[in-house]
């Protein structure tokens, strides 16, 4: 019994010295290690990249390029076709084409549709529209709408504005008096936001017009077609 257990003692105490072949199979290892984990952070960095959001079939995409950059569009053509015709017949014969958004009031809207560079007001030949405010829309932040004269409600023509927040006052409460929405910003709600903080001022009678006029055009709008 005695001899047995010097035996197992003199085991146990044995130091387990690692060869050169087994540490550098432990290097190998750690390195796989690290490659395998890099590449499973960047294939999970490339399922996370936000895709680019797309247009329902039967609506239309609208691409304003501006200024600031470029800001798209969701038009609701399936729901209100006479309000996005309307605005399609504008964008076709390239009349918004070196416009500006000449109203401008941070927290509320940014307008535009009506006036170039040097505040000269577009000649405008097309008849106003029908207001379709009452069919449900409503003025949700990043919201394109029509702009009409506040106390004509079948006003609207070329002259539109996209809301900077949900503006409750301006959707239709009775007798259709409300602001005709007809598609939302779907990509560039960044470009709208830097153009309502550039600075505003007042110029012959009009208020919160850009200061600098640059800052706020646009320079094309233009149809994408469907694929």
């Known amino acids: 019994m005695k001899l047995n257990f010097k035996i197992l003692l003199l085991f146990i105490s ?15 290892i750690k390195q796989e290690s690290k490659t395998e984990k890099k590449k499973q952070k960047q294939n999970f960095q490339k399922n996370q990249t936000p895709q680019e959001p797309t247009v329902p079939k039967g609506n239309v995409e609208v691409i304003f390029v501006t200024s600031m950059g470029k800001i798209r569009l969701d038009l609701f053509k399936q729901k209100d076709p006479v309000t996005v015709n309307n605005f399609l017949k504008y964008v076709k014969s390239d009349y918004y084409n070196n416009t500006i958004f000449h109203r401008i009031i941070d927290g509320f809207i940014i307008q535009g549709g009506a006036y170039d560079i040097n505040f000269n007001a577009k000649e405008n030949k097309n008849p106003p529209i029908k207001n379709n405010s009452d069919i449900g829309l409503k003025n949700l932040t990043g919201t394109i709408a029509m702009a009409r004269k506040p106390n004509s409600i079948d006003s609207a023509t070329s002259q539109f504005f996209i809301n900077l927040t949900n503006n409750k006052n301006l959707d239709s409460k009775e007798n259709n008096n409300g602001y005709a929405v007809f598609g939302k910003v779907i990509s560039g709600m960044d470009v709208v936001q830097k153009i309502a903080k550039i600075k505003v001022g007042q110029l012959e009678g009009m208020y919160n017009v850009p200061f600098y006029p640059k800052e706020a055009l646009i320079l094309s709008v233009s149809v994408k077609e469907p694929q």
């Open 14 to 28: 044995l130091p387990i010295l690692p060869t050169h072949l087994t540490i550098t199979a432990q290097n190998e």
